[in-house]
């Protein structure tokens, strides 16, 4: 194999690939390297095609040409040299890794499907890396030599011993009730190898539900178990994937709190989070990975938080010199926002309701055409069971709702059993689909166009749920109700999410009521905020919508944090009892100096 950098790196994804429905490899016929004599992109029998990358001139013809968008051709702008890890000719490829460090929590933040699972498995032991030699063996020892002399040698050879001791918490928390039977409380004594039970359940508040069964809890407290669970092992290594998603913003900063006292206890935490608040709040150094999704990933050196989290928005990393993205992320100045002239879409008087030993207060409310409202507030404090009954899902049992408008819900929990194709899921939901505007407003910011061909079973909890969001929007509805659509999503994808619910209030002249938990993205999305408050379990009060200020005022508050933005429109969490955290507060300032 060949030692120097390669200049273009080309894939094909052989789920999509249909060389006899094309028209017999197309791809093999509109090569004009091909038609010169040369095998750029060959095939034997009834195999599919391969490219040969040292041939490819990178023309993107066979890219455009097929018609089930299976072939990625990139034609890189920087010097890569080999792959720590490639899964074979024509498919994915990892360069470079991130490094634990002793005593911190290192961070690592990019798009979904650049490489950050083939790490963790290098990382924790489960797949010896082959550095992109197809014909060898991959081996520990070819491991330890290629990182030689460098800060990763003593890690490597601690793998290549069995000694590294690794401890992973999962993204996927939606399968544990499947693969895992019991009850909480016994699941966790079984997992716990350091004695740490008694602590551990007390900070991550799991005494309530130690007696339930795992199919019994929601998102939020499965999250939590999971975290609970990883982290009472005794390791060296914990890795925490996803550790936010389905915490309200009060369970997310107890959460980061949880994490660094692992490293503070002398442990290697690595961690992917998308919620860029909390990532900068728990990090101490992180990582970016870039590159192209289910193409290749490329590890940047590491950075201080503020620094990397900083040059992620800008789309360039400095010390590499290279531009992944032709775009600064940019966050919207809330106050500059032009006000309009409401005009008002539906109204609900003050209604309550009880489910078992809790009860819901809502007061009255509004709604507004082009508005989208945020609705924020600890778990369990009533905001799915507002969601069901706008929805119809739930009657109230004091108070008259009646809307009598058309509602489009996306749930929380999201269904990944289903055998049906994604393009027959959505062309059910309305009658758009396929037309132009759908394909510009849905389809293209949600990244969906390569996913129609396959079936809902199959997909990541990310891909997961941008069909679910796609198939909210395209109902024909007046309202339209989302649970947590951040969840799974990284930070381009929640971003892309917000301008897409934003196009379809603003183009059908309708509106939004949106629960979640991430700051940023509510920053970016919302008009309005809707606060629930209230004691988790038994009582949850619905405040009606207010401004946004007003309304994350409340909630900052009631947590006992401020949120600054940098020069960048950034927001970040005040350092507590800092100098800007006490000044704010003397203000009543919690969002945005």
């Known amino acids: 194999m060949k030692t120097d950098a390669r200049q273009?790196?080309?894939?094909?994804?052989?789920?999509?690939?249909?060389?006899?429905?094309?028209?017999?490899?197309?791809?093999?016929?509109?090569?004009?390297?091909?038609?010169?004599?040369?095998?750029?992109?060959?095939?034997?029998?009834?195999?599919?095609?391969?490219?040969?990358?040292?041939?490819?001139?990178?023309?993107?013809?066979?890219q455009t040409k097929c018609p089930f968008r299976a072939i990625s051709v990139v034609n890189l702008s920087m010097q890569l040299g080999l792959p720590i890890h490639q899964y074979g000719k024509n498919l994915f490829r990892l360069h470079r890794l991130p490094l634990p460090k002793e005593k911190s929590?290192?961070?690592?933040?990019?798009?979904?499907?650049?490489?950050?699972?083939?790490?963790?498995?290098?990382?924790?032991?489960?797949?010896?890396?082959?550095?992109?030699?197809?014909?060898?063996?991959?081996?520990?020892?070819?491991?330890?030599?290629?990182?030689?002399?460098?800060?990763?040698?003593?890690?490597?050879?601690?793998?290549?011993?069995?000694?590294?001791?690794?401890?992973?918490?999962?993204?996927?928390?939606?399968?544990?009730?499947k693969a895992v039977k019991g009850k909480v409380g016994k699941l966790l004594k079984e997992a716990d190898e350091t004695g740490s039970f008694e602590r551990v359940v007390e900070e991550l508040e799991l005494k309530p539900i130690l007696e339930s069964g795992l199919g019994k809890l929601s998102g939020g407290e499965l999250q939590r178990v999971a975290m609970a669970a990883a982290a009472m092992k005794d390791a060296d290594l914990f890795f925490f994937d996803e550790p936010t998603s389905y915490l309200d913003i009060s369970q997310r900063i107890k959460v980061a709190k949880f994490v660094r006292e692992i490293a503070e206890q002398g442990k290697s935490v690595m961690v992917v989070e998308h919620d860029l608040i909390i990532l900068d709040y728990l990090s101490d150094l992180v990582h970016l990975i870039y590159g192209k999704p289910a193409v290749f990933g490329v590890v940047s050196q590491v950075k201080p938080t503020k620094k990397g989290i900083n040059e992620y928005i800008e789309g360039f990393s400095k010390e590499e010199n290279y531009k992944f993205r032709d775009y600064a992320i940019e966050f919207p100045n809330k106050t500059a926002l032009k006000s309009k002239k409401p005009v008002l879409l539906a109204e609900w008087p003050s209604f309550s309701k009880k489910l078992g030993r809790f009860s819901l207060d809502v007061k009255p409310g509004r709604l507004n055409r082009d508005e989208v409202v945020g609705i924020l507030g600890q778990n369990a404090t009533g905001k799915t069971t507002f969601a069901k009954i706008v929805a119809g899902l739930l009657k109230p049992d004091s108070g008259k709702l009646d809307i009598k408008l058309k509602?489009?819900?996306k749930p929380q929990q999201l269904d990944s059993g289903s055998g049906q194709r994604v393009e027959d899921f959505?062309?059910?939901?309305?009658?758009?689909?396929?037309?132009?505007?759908?394909?510009?407003?849905?389809?293209?910011?949600?990244?969906?166009?390569?996913?129609?061909?396959?079936?809902?079973?199959?997909?990541?909890?990310?891909?997961?749920?941008?069909?679910?969001?796609?198939?909210?929007l395209g109902e024909e509805a007046d309202i339209l109700l989302m649970d947590e659509p951040s969840a799974h999503l990284?930070?381009?994808?929640?971003?892309?999410?917000?301008?897409?619910?934003?196009?379809?209030?603003?183009?059908?002249?309708?509106?939004?009521?949106?629960?979640?938990?991430?700051?940023?993205?509510?920053?970016?999305?919302?008009d309005k905020m809707m606060f629930f408050d209230?004691?988790?379990?038994?009582?949850?009060?619905?405040?009606?919508?207010?401004?946004?200020?007003?309304?994350?005022?409340?909630?900052?508050?009631?947590l006992g944090i401020t949120l600054r933005r940098e020069q960048n429109g950034r927001p970040r969490i005040n350092k507590l009892d800092s100098i800007l955290d006490r000044k704010q507060k003397k203000e009543g300032n919690y969002y945005y100096s």
Not at 26 to 54: M, W
Not at 106 to 115: M, Y
Not at 434 to 458: D, R
Request: hydrophobic share 40%; net charge neutral; aromatic share 4%.
């Open 8 to 62: 273009r790196i080309a894939v094909i994804d052989y789920d999509k690939c249909n060389p006899r429905k094309c028209g017999n490899w197309l791809c093999e016929s509109v090569c004009p390297v091909n038609r010169t004599g040369k095998q750029c992109i060959t095939h034997e029998g009834e195999e599919k095609p391969a490219i040969s990358e040292d041939l490819c001139i990178g023309c993107l013809i066979c």
């Open 105 to 177: 929590v290192v961070g690592l933040i990019g798009r979904n499907g650049l490489g950050k699972s083939t790490a963790l498995k290098i990382l924790s032991g489960k797949i010896v890396p082959n550095l992109g030699e197809l014909e060898e063996e991959a081996t520990w020892e070819k491991i330890v030599e290629h990182f030689r002399g460098r800060e990763a040698q003593a890690f490597f050879e601690k793998i290549s011993l069995g000694e590294a001791r690794v401890s992973v918490k999962p993204q996927n928390i939606d399968m544990l009730p």
């Open 407 to 409: 509602v489009a819900y």
């Open 426 to 472: 959505l062309s059910g939901k309305g009658k758009d689909f396929g037309s132009n505007s759908y394909g510009s407003e849905i389809l293209q910011p949600l990244e969906l166009e390569g996913l129609l061909e396959k079936k809902i079973g199959t997909l990541s909890g990310g891909e997961m749920q941008r069909v679910a969001i796609a198939g909210c």
């Open 490 to 526: 990284d930070v381009e994808q929640r971003l892309k999410a917000t301008k897409a619910i934003r196009a379809v209030v603003n183009t059908r002249n309708i509106s939004a009521l949106v629960i979640d938990h991430d700051l940023v993205f509510l920053d970016y999305l919302a």
């Open 534 to 558: 209230g004691v988790p379990s038994k009582k949850g009060i619905a405040n009606s919508p207010v401004g946004m200020e007003a309304g994350m005022n409340a909630l900052l508050k009631s």
